[in-house]
Every structure is written in structure tokens, then in C-alpha cells.
């Protein structure tokens, strides 16, 4: 009874897996359109090196001051900012709070085309050997009916291969769009802890004792 049932299931081809495949294309690229205005409207703007030397040199107030995009760097400087004056103990804990918090909101959705990458190539082969399985089928009906149509169990292959080719088109495009996000968020991270290891030292800059 099982035995039939899935070779019901396999003798259905990969047309449904074809259909399967295009709509996650499409999931694919709403998420890799979705992530790309995502990091252009948090992109940091010239004004890093202007920032990063403000925090050094300890005018954390002037720093928040000029930061006022939604990228995580600057929302890093106005968190210290607004903790500065418990130490610098605290605006590490802030810091380190603002970019774990951030990081969750820049990575989100990548996994889909994490996922995609990994998998989508094992769908299409998924559906190529379904079109195999029915293609040798038909090859078989053909046979008992006295008759031995091989183009068309030929055609029936190749048109399971299709699949295979429709998987990797789908991963490939994936997984480029998430290796580009993903260094792009370490690049946003690596900022971001460059900012926060300025403001402490600029912290302790000010803050320490001057000879008389």
C-alpha cells in the first residue's frame, strides 16, 4: 500500500517541483530587494572619519551631535552618549547592547538566502530524478504495448534536467546576494566596535588626571 502510494507520488514528474523552485526564486529576490534598502538607508555616511576622531579625542557630545543617521554606528554614539556619565564601564555595556541588538535587525531574513543556497540545488536534483523515474516509466508502458519510443523517454529526461539547472539558478544568485550581506554587515560591526573603542579611550582621555 505504501509502496504505491509513493509511486504514485513519484510518477507526478517535477513539474511541481519546478513550480516549487519559481516561487522560491521570487521569495528570493524580495528578500535580497528587501535587505538591499535595508542597508542603504542605515549606510553610514562620509562623516566616519569626522566621527571616529570626535570620540577619540573625547567630545562624545559633539560626536552624537553629528550622528544622526539610523545606521548602527550612530546609534552606537548617541547610546554612549546618553550613558557617558557612568563611566566607561557603562558605555561599554552600551555599546556592546547596541550591536548585538542591531546585528539581529541587520541579519534578519538572511537566513532565507542562506537556506536557499544551500538547498535549492538538492530541490532541483529532487525533481530531476522524479523525471527520471517517470520517464523510465513511460518507457516501460511503451514496451508492454509492443512499442520502444525512446525520443520521448529521451525528451523526458532531459526535461527532468531542467530542474537540476533551475535549482542551481536559484542557489547561485542566493548565495552571492548573502556572502555580499553578510560582509557588509561585518563591515558595519567592525565600524561600530571601532567607534566604541574610540569612545572609551576618549573617555579615559578626559578623564584623567592632568599634571599641574
Not at 528570493?28 to 562620509?46: D, K, L, P
Request: glycine fraction near 10%; hydrophobic fraction near 50%; aromatic fraction near 8%.
Amino acid at each position: 500500500m505504501i509502496a504505491e502510494k509513493l509511486l504514485a507520488f513519484t510518477l507526478l514528474g517535477a513539474g511541481w517541483v519546478l513550480w516549487l523552485l519559481l516561487g522560491l526564486s521570487v521569495l528570493s529576490v524580495t528578500v535580497m530587494i528587501e535587505r538591499t534598502v535595508y542597508f542603504a538607508r542605515r549606510r553610514m555616511s562620509g562623516a566616519f572619519p569626522e566621527l571616529l576622531k570626535r570620540c577619540l579625542a573625547g567630545n562624545l557630545a559633539s560626536a552624537a551631535t553629528l550622528a544622526t543617521s539610523d545606521s548602527m554606528e550612530a546609534e552606537v554614539i548617541r547610546s554612549a552618549a546618553g550613558v557617558a556619565r557612568g563611566g566607561t564601564e557603562a558605555v561599554e555595556k552600551a555599546v556592546a547592547s547596541t550591536i548585538d541588538r542591531r546585528r539581529l535587525e541587520y541579519e534578519q531574513w538572511l537566513f532565507v538566502l542562506g537556506t536557499l543556497g544551500n538547498n535549492a540545488p538538492f530541490i532541483g536534483l529532487f525533481g530531476t530524478v522524479l523525471g527520471i523515474i517517470r520517464a523510465f516509466a513511460d518507457l516501460s508502458l511503451n514496451t508492454r504495448g509492443g512499442g520502444s519510443n525512446a525520443s520521448s523517454v529521451m525528451a523526458g529526461i532531459s526535461e527532468a534536467l531542467v530542474a537540476t539547472a533551475v535549482g542551481l539558478f536559484v542557489a547561485i544568485p542566493a548565495v552571492l546576494a548573502f556572502n555580499i550581506f553578510q560582509r557588509l554587515l561585518k563591515r558595519v560591526i567592525g565600524r561600530s566596535n571601532a567607534l566604541g573603542n574610540a569612545i572609551a579611550s576618549g573617555l579615559h582621555v578626559t578623564r584623567a588626571p592632568k599634571d599641574t
